[in-house]
């Protein structure tokens, strides 16, 4: 079983950058395949940005393209979301998942496809 804890979560204005973490402890083999996620209050969870460890491989929504990026230490079994020029609507509980084989491209961005999730961090970026 893996266990997942994020943090960096928090309020920002519009323009501003936060960088969430992912620290995976337990049966972290199970961790090939990380993503991050989000679920705003009303909505569905959606993917944000995927990565596979084996290869650095990864994918992100095109809602976050060029303003994301994740990224992971192997070494400290950790997975970094970098959040640049935040906007209002990226305010959401943001949640880690693993899993240990998830299909490349755009199913690595769906809930479904992982089984190992954390509890969640809130951000919040106001206008």
């Known amino acids: 079983q893996v266990q997942l804890v994020e943090s960096g979560g928090g309020s920002v204005q519009a323009g501003g950058s936060l960088r969430l973490s992912c620290a995976a402890s337990g049966y972290t083999y199970n961790t090939a395949y990380m993503g991050w996620f989000r679920q705003a209050p009303g909505k569905e969870r959606e993917g944000v940005a995927a990565?596979?460890?084996?290869?650095?491989?990864?994918y992100y929504a095109d809602s976050v393209k060029g303003r994301f990026t994740i990224s992971q230490d192997n070494a400290k079994n950790k997975v970094y979301l970098q959040m640049n020029s935040l906007k209002p609507e990226d305010t959401a509980m943001y949640y880690c998942?693993?899993?240990?084989?998830?299909?490349?491209?755009?199913?690595?961005?769906?809930?479904?496809?992982?089984?190992?999730w954390g509890q969640g961090t809130q951000v919040t970026v106001s206008s």
């Open positions: 990565i596979y460890s084996g290869g650095g491989m990864t």
């Open positions: 998942a693993a899993d240990r084989l998830v299909a490349p491209g755009p199913r690595s961005l769906e809930p479904w496809a992982y089984r190992s």
